[in-house]
C-alpha cells in the first residue's frame, strides 16, 4: 500500500434500486486516478460500508481494484471483532494492497477492548495497515501515546488517519514515534493546517467531486479560501449526502444513498445547492 498523497474514501453509488452500480463506480475510481489520486479506499463511512452486506463489500472491492492503477485498501469497520477479522482476510484474499481499521460500530469501549479489537484486525493478515482515529463519530479516541503502543508491537501498522479535529495530535504522534507511521489528515478542512503539521497524505472526502482540485491543494496550490466552503461539508454528520450532492452538480454521480439516510430535500437541499452552485460559479483553473 501506498500511504501518502491524496487517497479518496471513495463513495458507493447505487442504481435506481439502490443496489451497487459498479460500472460506475469503475468508472468514478478510474477519473480520480487519472486526476492525481495516489489510492482508493473503499467502504469507508463516506462509502456508506456499513449498509453494504458482506458480499456487497466484497464485490466492491473487486471492482475497485478492477479499475484501478493504484493500490486499493479496504476499511475494516464491523459490528463485532469476528466480523471484522473475517471481512480482514477476505480482502487479502481478493487482493487489496492494506486495510483502514475502524474501532467497532456501536460498542465503544475501554482502550484495553478496543485495543484487542483492532490488534486482531492487524494479526488477520499481512496486509499494510492504517488505524482510523475519529472519536468525533465513532466515540473512541486512541490517544497518542496508545497509537505508539500499537506501532511498537504490530510491524504491518504503517499509517493513521487522524480525524480528531485537533490537528496538534499529528505533531504529538510525531514526537513519540517520528516517522514510523505514516500520518493522514482526514477531515477535509483541515488539509492545509495539517500539512503544515508534518502530515503525508490526505483521506479525502470532497477529492469524490473534485479531485484535480483536492490534488492541486495537496501540492501546495493557493486554492484553500475557494475551496474551504466545500471542505466543511465533509465535517458534518450529513457528509454523505452533501458530498454526493456536489458529483452529481459536477456531472460525476448521483445523490442516491442508502436507508436509513436519506437524499437532502427542501431548504436544507437548497442552502446546500447555494453554497456547491457558488463555489463551482468561481472554479478556478487548474
Given amino acids: 500500500m501506498n500511504w501518502q498523497g491524496v487517497i479518496p474514501a471513495i463513495t458507493t453509488p447505487f442504481r435506481e434500486d439502490l443496489s451497487v452500480d459498479h460500472a460506475f463506480l469503475a468508472k468514478h475510481a478510474a477519473w480520480m486516478i487519472d486526476n492525481g489520486c495516489t489510492g482508493i479506499v473503499a467502504l469507508g463511512s463516506l462509502g456508506e460500508g456499513a449498509t453494504l452486506e458482506f458480499d456487497e463489500k466484497i464485490s466492491v472491492m473487486q471492482t475497485c481494484i478492477r479499475a484501478s492503477r493504484v493500490p486499493v485498501a479496504a476499511a475494516v469497520s464491523a459490528l463485532s471483532t469476528d466480523f471484522a477479522v473475517r471481512l480482514a482476510k477476505k480482502a487479502e484474499e481478493v487482493g487489496c494492497a492494506g486495510l483502514m481499521v475502524l474501532p467497532p460500530y456501536v460498542y465503544s469501549g475501554d482502550w484495553r477492548e478496543m485495543k484487542a479489537h483492532v490488534a486482531a484486525v ?21 490517544l497518542p501515546e496508545q497509537i ?50 508534518g502530515a503525508a497524505g490526505w483521506i479525502a472526502g470532497l477529492v469524490n467531486a473534485l479531485p484535480k482540485e483536492s490534488v492541486a491543494l495537496f501540492n501546495g496550490e493557493d486554492l484553500y479560501r475557494w475551496f474551504l466552503p466545500l471542505l466543511r461539508l465533509d465535517t458534518v454528520p450529513k457528509f454523505v449526502q452533501l458530498i454526493k450532492l456536489v458529483q452529481a452538480e459536477v456531472g460525476m454521480g448521483s445523490e442516491r444513498v442508502r436507508p436509513p439516510r436519506l437524499e437532502l430535500a427542501g431548504e436544507e437541499r437548497e442552502a446546500a445547492l447555494r453554497v456547491i452552485r457558488a463555489a463551482l460559479k468561481s472554479r478556478p483553473q487548474v
Fill in 122 to 142: 492487524f494479526r488477520a493478515t499481512k496486509l499494510s495497515c492504517m488505524l482510523y482515529n475519529n472519536p468525533i463519530a465513532y466515540r473512541t479516541d486512541f
Fill in 148 to 197: 505508539a503502543e500499537l506501532a511498537s508491537e504490530h510491524e504491518n501498522l504503517h499509517a493513521v488517519k487522524e480525524s480528531s479535529g485537533d490537528v496538534r495530535r499529528i505533531a504529538a504522534i510525531r514526537a513519540l514515534i517520528d516517522e514510523r507511521l505514516a500520518i493522514f489528515v482526514g477531515v477535509d478542512d483541515l488539509i492545509v493546517e495539517g500539512i503544515a503539521a
